[in-house]
């Protein structure tokens, strides 16, 4: 007897799924991939600097060769088109372009990006630049780094030459990646270079960094086309407080204000915020900040990059007390947190990544549905998302990594019921295409879809990655467990 076809049940329901056009993406950074720093006129950059003062990284490993992307870019942008990635988000080292932070740009530096953008291109992957992920030239640094408004000058100057030698091959451009992280990790707690621990140069730098990108947008919009898209990527705090009282409630907008508004404010809304200047007055009475600075910083942008990976938990710390310092954001013992000195962070509930990081994606659908209430005409792309796990190929050559897909399809399951409550999101790129040099964690944490021998280089898509890979040829957000 013949048996009959498979029929759905009547119950089931069809796998969400994300409207065409949606860029499914992985990301890197100039220094943690590309290797081949001291080649064709790069000069140190503050990371350079950070990894050769001892103590500062792990096990002293240093990003002069990390994954040699600057070599084998033709094998990765294979490696993406074989995935079906749509873009690729991946950012231009300012050391390798302007060595010195001034003057002409190094052909040779600019060449190599244009090399992988062709190549991109011919794979019909979307490029994505950042202009700015921390490599700072180290000339700048020893002029005074971003606590100087120069520097802001500066990295103008900078996304000029760049938009200009790129602008016919690259339509999406982010100015910064998470400026709170080079501020207040860099300045602040100094566990990221270049490693200074001093509040009021972290809140200078803050603004700075704002001004950088208010005038690095500018100058981008007189050499690019009328068609180009811009955007900041930021790492904001989804926030809960430990408690319901109103003291761990006022923690909460402590560090809303200098984790998150300190950027959002002037960005997109033209202003500091009161609360921030008031908690902060003690330290400061930001006359860093000269008349139509905020103008300057709050420029039209197409996208906001929204990047995540956990949440942030803190309360009032107990009075008489050293506040907590379990913030997910690295050993340091002095605070990235100005103004918040009685704050106390906690780790959060639930599942953890081999960064100790909680896995929780009802952050990101906070954090997207909150910035579409706000700012609903501001279209949002997740430009950061993923997590670290202890990979390794098996005998059979494979790498299993089945916590990774399970990360990453229960953040596209936030975005997509994100995306039905209200938020515009047009985009998700995961962190990060490649295991590579995780900054002070040296090579010792691995985010990659694909696996990276380093003593051979060898690329290896862990088994995340041939889920990803189904789930941007489709559209389609099935479970890991469904193949």
């Known amino acids: 007897m013949p048996v009959p076809p498979t029929r759905p049940h009547p119950t089931a329901t069809a796998p969400p799924r994300f409207p065409a056009g949606?860029?499914?993406?992985?990301?890197?950074?100039?220094?943690?991939?590309?290797?081949?720093?001291?080649?064709?006129?790069?000069?140190?950059?503050?990371?350079?600097?950070?990894?050769?003062?001892?103590?500062?990284?792990?096990?002293?490993?240093?990003?002069?060769?990390?994954?040699?992307?600057?070599?084998?870019?033709?094998?990765?942008?294979?490696?993406?088109?074989?995935?079906?990635?749509?873009?690729?988000?991946?950012?231009v080292s300012w050391p390798r372009v302007q060595p010195t932070g001034h003057g002409p740009a190094v052909q040779q530096g600019l060449d190599f990006y244009r090399r992988l953008t062709d190549e991109l291109l011919s794979a019909g992957i979307t490029p994505v630049a950042t202009l700015y992920h921390w490599d700072l030239p180290q000339e700048l640094e020893s002029a005074g780094g971003w606590p100087e408004r120069a520097t802001a000058e500066r990295f103008a100057e900078y996304a000029g030459l760049v938009g200009e030698a790129l602008g016919d091959r690259i339509g999406h451009w982010t100015t910064l990646n998470e400026p709170w992280c080079s501020a207040f990790l860099g300045y602040g707690s100094g566990v990221h270079a270049p490693g200074r621990t001093d509040p009021v140069a972290a809140l200078r730098a803050a603004h700075h960094l704002n001004l950088g990108h208010g005038l690095a947008v500018t100058a981008l919009r007189g050499v690019l086309p009328a068609d180009a898209q811009l955007s900041v990527s930021l790492n904001l705090h989804a926030l809960r407080p430990l408690t319901p009282s109103a003291d761990d409630r006022d923690a909460v907008r402590r560090i809303d204000a200098v984790g998150n508004r300190v950027f959002l404010g002037p960005m997109l809304e033209g202003a500091?915020?009161?609360?921030?200047?008031?908690?902060?007055?003690?330290?400061?009475?930001?006359?860093?900040?000269?008349?139509?600075?905020?103008?300057e910083i709050h420029q039209p942008m197409d996208w906001l990059g929204v990047n995540y990976y956990t949440p942030t938990v803190v309360s009032a710390a107990d009075e008489g007390t050293a506040p907590a310092r379990a913030d997910g954001h690295g050993g340091g013992t002095a605070s990235p947190w100005p103004g918040a000195d009685q704050v106390g962070f906690h780790p959060a509930p639930g599942e953890r990544t081999a960064m100790d990081w909680a896995v929780d994606p009802s952050g990101l659908y906070e954090l997207l549905t909150g910035l579409a209430r706000r700012h609903p005409d501001l279209p949002l792309v997740v430009t950061e998302n993923g997590a670290a796990y202890q990979d390794e190929v098996g005998e059979d050559g494979t790498v299993h990594d089945p916590e990774r897909a399970a990360y990453l399809h229960a953040h596209l399951a936030a975005i997509h019921r994100a995306t039905a409550d209200g938020a515009d999101v047009r985009g998700y790129f995961a962190w990060s295409l490649l295991d590579n040099f995780e900054w002070a964690y040296g090579y010792a944490k691995r985010f990659g879809l694909v696996h990276v021998d380093y003593p051979t280089q060898t690329r290896t898509p862990k088994t995340s990655a041939h889920w990803y890979a189904r789930v941007a040829r489709t559209g389609e957000l099935r479970p890991p467990a469904e193949g």
Do not use: N
């Open 272 to 295: 500091y915020p009161e609360d921030l200047l008031a908690d902060t007055a003690h330290l400061t009475d930001w006359s860093f900040v000269r008349a139509g600075d905020e103008k």
């Open 22 to 91: 949606f860029l499914w993406g992985a990301a890197t950074s100039a220094y943690q991939v590309e290797g081949a720093t001291a080649e064709d006129g790069r000069t140190a950059s503050i990371w350079d600097t950070f990894c050769r003062t001892p103590g500062k990284v792990f096990q002293g490993h240093t990003g002069e060769v990390a994954v040699d992307h600057y070599h084998r870019f033709r094998e990765d942008v294979r490696l993406m088109a074989g995935l079906g990635l749509t873009a690729y988000r991946f950012s």
